[in-house]
């Protein structure tokens, strides 16, 4: 794609021949995609094999022969589309697109592909400055106006243009400052206030009764996608607020981490710290927080969030136990045989060994349960091309053995991982335990490279990548914005006490501190590796 790309750019066309590309790429992936379905129905015996075991000769497999599966459809050229409108790629003359470009591009178009319906519904061109905007009515609902593009009627949150709010957050894909504008009444008691609040904020709107028209099941990883690696969540409220606001909207959470404390629900809770506790400052319900897991150790560990704001573990066996009601595909872990996880491990921390002699790293070997890690000693940074020769390695190794158990072998930017068992059998057993199809999914991760723990969720979901915590709060935000859902901030009126707030449609909750949390936590140390404590 990049290539085509280059071509257009050298030849000073890529005003006018860019969009064509991406349509070329749209275009390809639809037959491919098509290809697929048609060889799945048609070949006798194959209507009951996953899409991904579905091999087909299309024209982009012939051009891009690592090609995986295509959950959706991808609208290419509009997301390319938008997201010229925005940066003005196609005026540039000196620096040609990049690939952390494309790959925003990817993602964007990804993300409009799993909104319903789909892709006429967002407008292409940049909003107006007077857009005509709706009052947020009694009670905190705000009204919706319907947009036909084409042949597509389409519901989305009326916004008006203000650049003179200071922090109003920019939005990644439109490039616009946008915020919901509250009634007549409310306005001329915010004009009052110089401070933003998160105590007075549009998400006190009930969840809609129609299905949420977006992605069923988010799934994440930890490490540099809600947090900063080796970091705990103790200081992005913005991006807790967006995940709040998905959990009341029906929308499944799950962290799908390498991370592997067990059941030691503690461990994790210290992880997720600053998040577990906006749930509960803002009080989310039951059946939301019921909503929320953990996938420890890739695929081993399932926990779900209790009514108590805590981490459970959730049922292996028995009846409904997560473990025995997905037996029935091969990978799942309830058919690992003790003495092949064990023929993994042994083999992993053998590679691992030869690794740390023959290339001098300081570092030391950590055997768990289900994973073996090559972690370094205390301030102490392995080279990351050490890491990638002791991955592909180990890689190779176990695949030349022929191991039949689904496994993990990965760069974590600081350390290399072998588990036992992968992120594409974690979703999957989410997905099967949960009742939601793959092209209902989503997940969202920093470490997609063949070197990286995310690369096997490709062959299950669809998938987006990002590279910071950052770059994951502009992705809920997009899911929102474009799903309709109301997500900025309305500063509380100056001097107005509860009662006159609820009157006018405001339900006041405590903020979060979030250096608080973390003052809290500054005594409360682990070590992220081993899961240790340290008082």
Not at 91 to 120: D, M, Y
Not at 244 to 267: C, F, P, R, S
Not at 293 to 312: A, P, T, V, W
């Amino acid at each position: 794609m990049k290539s085509m790309l280059i071509h257009s750019f050298v030849l000073d066309a890529l005003d006018t021949t860019g969009g064509d590309t991406f349509s070329h790429f749209e275009m390809l992936i639809d037959e491919h995609r098509r290809m697929t379905d048609e060889l799945q129905n048609e070949s006798t015996g194959m209507h009951n094999l996953h899409p991904s075991n579905v091999i087909v000769q299309s024209r982009l497999k012939q051009l891009v022969p690592q090609v995986g599966t295509f959950y959706t459809r991808l609208p290419l050229r509009k997301a390319f589309e938008m997201y010229n409108a925005k940066y003005g790629v196609t005026k540039r003359r000196h620096i040609c697109i990049s690939f952390n470009e494309i790959r925003h591009i990817l993602n964007l178009a990804q993300v409009l592909a799993l909104i319903h319906p789909i892709p006429g519904q967002i407008p292409l061109e940049k909003p107006p400055l007077n857009r005509p905007s709706s009052a947020i009515s009694e009670g905190g609902k705000s009204d919706v106006s319907v947009e036909t593009i084409g042949e597509s009627s389409v519901v989305q949150s009326s916004r008006q243009q203000d650049n003179n709010i200071p922090g109003t957050p920019r939005d990644l894909w439109s490039g616009d400052d946008s915020i919901a504008t509250p009634d007549p009444i409310s306005m001329r008691k915010l004009m009052g206030r110089n401070d933003r609040s998160d105590s007075i904020i549009e998400e006190n709107l009930p969840p809609a009764s129609h299905p949420f028209p977006g992605p069923k099941l988010l799934c994440f990883d930890g490490d540099q996608t809600l947090y900063s690696d080796g970091a705990n969540f103790d200081k992005n409220q913005k991006l807790a607020k967006y995940l709040y606001l998905l959990l009341k909207h029906g929308v499944t959470i799950a962290v799908v981490t390498a991370a592997g404390y067990e059941y030691q629900t503690m461990k994790y809770e210290l992880r997720l710290s600053g998040l577990l506790t906006y749930f509960k400052e803002r009080g989310l319900e039951v059946d939301d927080l019921e909503r929320f897991y953990i996938f420890g150790g890739e695929c081993n560990y399932l926990l779900r969030l209790g009514k108590d704001y805590k981490l459970h573990a959730v049922r292996e066996d028995g009846p409904g136990g997560w473990m025995v009601s997905t037996k029935y595909f091969a990978e799942a872990p309830g058919n690992w045989p003790e003495d092949e996880i064990t023929n993994v491990l042994d083999r992993a921390e053998a590679s691992f060994q030869s690794s740390l002699e023959e290339q001098n790293m300081r570092a030391r070997i950590i055997r768990k349960k289900r994973s073996v890690g090559l972690i370094p000693k205390e301030d102490v940074k392995i080279p990351r091309e050490a890491l990638d020769e002791a991955v592909l390695r180990i890689q190779t190794e176990l695949d030349a053995a022929k191991v039949r158990l689904p496994f993990c072998a990965f760069n974590g930017g600081r350390d290399a991982w072998v588990d036992v068992g992968n992120k594409r059998v974690g979703v999957q057993v989410l997905q099967s335990y949960l009742g939601i199809p793959p092209e209902e999914t989503l997940h969202i991760g920093d470490q997609f490279l063949n070197t990286g723990n995310d690369f096997a969720a490709r062959s299950i979901c669809p998938c987006v990548w990002i590279t910071s915590p950052e770059e994951t709060t502009y992705i809920l935000k997009s899911i929102l914005r474009f799903t309709g859902i109301p997500y900025i901030n309305v500063i509380s009126p100056v001097n107005s006490s509860n009662d006159e707030l609820a009157k006018d449609g405001f339900d006041r909750k405590p903020s979060v501190d979030f250096n608080e949390v973390e003052r809290r936590l500054s005594g409360v140390k682990m070590d992220v590796y081993t899961g240790e404590m340290k008082m």
